[in-house]
């Protein structure tokens, strides 16, 4: 059975069975001989000096070079149209004579990004294509392991064990009435649509301290809604730290949650195609050179950094100079800021006037593939048009299958109806806006 197919049974094992075997579960993610090896080389990478991490880092952008050239078909003709022979890398900077990978590049690629080896096990997944376009993504099966290690090592600086902290995640995800229950990180996941609902505070808590959780994870924009409906009704729960992902957040409402919760607040930046992670402090953002590569190309703004990366960790899509949408700002003291990946103040209203912010309305389903672009335009608080600008027809069985999927993870807080449209609009400046919120404030 392929990997895919393993992922989805894993998916729909009731919960009841997965919290019985639950230890399980954790040990098989935990005590993985990948998940193991790469956390032992990130303990021996981070005591390394810097001169041993960049060769070590070398080392690792040199193999997965000379894989790309040898099984890749794209890479293979790149490669020798610039008569570039990854054997004889010596520098990190000798990569800049290969152009840039842009997603619209990597989509139109398709199987000629993928690797020709048919021994590597590997799963799909998609971008969440919010930019615009969507990519489907191969990944090797062993890069699970490979990816958990490095986001709970970085997680374990703050108490973190991987075998016995157990978490709640607020993001776009809604598999269960009430939560998701993920054995492997020993996580619940909880929509934020529950926290639009009226009188979901006391069981949302109830969950939560039944299950255990101590550290809190997912979108800041949900985490802050959370901690607002704390704060009003004085509620307190035991949380160790919050960590959030996939938006920025405000240093502002950064020390309001940490003034609700009562712990540190961190941050961590990542995306699906896993070519490019980095820890994010209050003092700036560190790109971990054990995972990946990465670049920082000057854009037309002063100071502003686009984000280029090679990634590690998987070679079934090897991901080489891949540009990224997101970029980074350089301070006067040298310091690193993430502004990409940041929450936009463009937002949808739920029916009970709640704001929605781009992460819960991302699309994560395999019909991505024949649409183009997609977004959203609100003229009514509670209604909204999914406007789907096709790259190739979509059967009426793949419309009704986006319906259900989106009508699902909204919960009947928003009535969204799709509408096949030739483009979508953009702003005076012709920038594309996941949203377009034509409700009067």
């Known amino acids: 059975m392929s990997t895919n197919g393993l992922k989805k049974i894993y998916e729909k094992i009731p919960k009841g069975i997965k919290y019985a075997f639950a230890p399980i579960f954790i040990s098989l993610m935990v005590k993985n ?171 949302i808590c109830k969950d939560i301290e039944k299950f255990g959780a101590t550290f809190i994870m997912g979108y800041p924009s949900a985490i802050y809604l959370f901690a607002q409906m704390l704060e009003k009704s004085n509620k307190k729960l035991n949380i160790k730290h919050v960590v959030y992902y996939a938006e920025n ?37 560190i790109f971990n050179d054990f995972y990946g590569y990465t670049e920082l190309l000057p854009t037309e703004i002063e100071n502003e950094y686009k984000i280029v990366c090679t990634g590690f960790l998987s070679k079934k899509m090897p991901l080489i100079r891949y540009a990224t949408d997101d970029v980074v700002h350089i301070d006067e003291k040298g310091a690193m800021h993430l502004v990409g990946h940041k929450r936009s103040e463009i937002h949808l209203l739920s029916k009970n006037g709640q704001k929605i912010f781009k992460g819960a309305m991302t699309l994560h389903i395999e019909e991505l593939k024949k649409i183009k672009r997609y977004q959203y335009v609100q003229n009514e608080i509670g209604k909204v048009d999914l406007c789907i600008v096709q790259n190739e027809a979509l059967s009426n069985d793949e419309i009704e299958t986006i319906r259900k999927y989106i009508n699902r993870r909204c919960e009947n807080l928003l009535d969204v109806q799709l509408k096949i449209v030739d483009e979508v609009q953009l702003t005076t400046r012709g920038k594309f806006n996941w949203a377009v919120n034509n409700v009067k404030k």
């Open 33 to 203: 001989k990948e998940f193991i090896k790469t956390w032992n080389e990130l303990d021996q990478f981070e005591a390394s000096s810097k001169e041993e991490q960049e060769k070590i880092q070398l080392d690792k952008l040199k193999e997965i070079l000379i894989y790309a050239y040898e099984n890749v078909p794209y890479y293979k003709e790149i490669f020798d149209k610039q008569n570039f022979d990854p054997k004889k890398v010596e520098s990190l900077e000798d990569i800049k004579v290969l152009p840039l990978l842009e997603k619209s590049d990597a989509v139109s690629l398709e199987d000629r990004l993928y690797s020709k080896d048919d021994t590597l096990k590997y799963y799909k997944t998609f971008t969440g294509g919010s930019s615009g376009q969507a990519l489907t993504v191969l990944l090797d099966k062993d890069s699970i392991y490979r990816e958990r290690a490095c986001v709970t090592h970085f997680l374990s600086k703050f108490g973190y064990d991987p075998l016995k902290t157990k978490t709640v995640a607020f993001w776009g995800h809604n598999k269960d009435e009430d939560y998701y229950y993920s054995p492997l990180k020993n996580e619940i996941v909880i929509s934020p649509f529950r926290l639009f609902k009226n009188n979901q505070l006391d069981s």
């Open 249 to 285: 957040c405000s240093p502002e409402e950064k020390k309001y949650i940490e003034k609700v919760f009562g712990c540190p607040v961190d941050s961590y930046y990542g995306h699906t195609e896993r070519a490019c992670f980095a820890e994010i402090y209050d003092s700036g953002c």
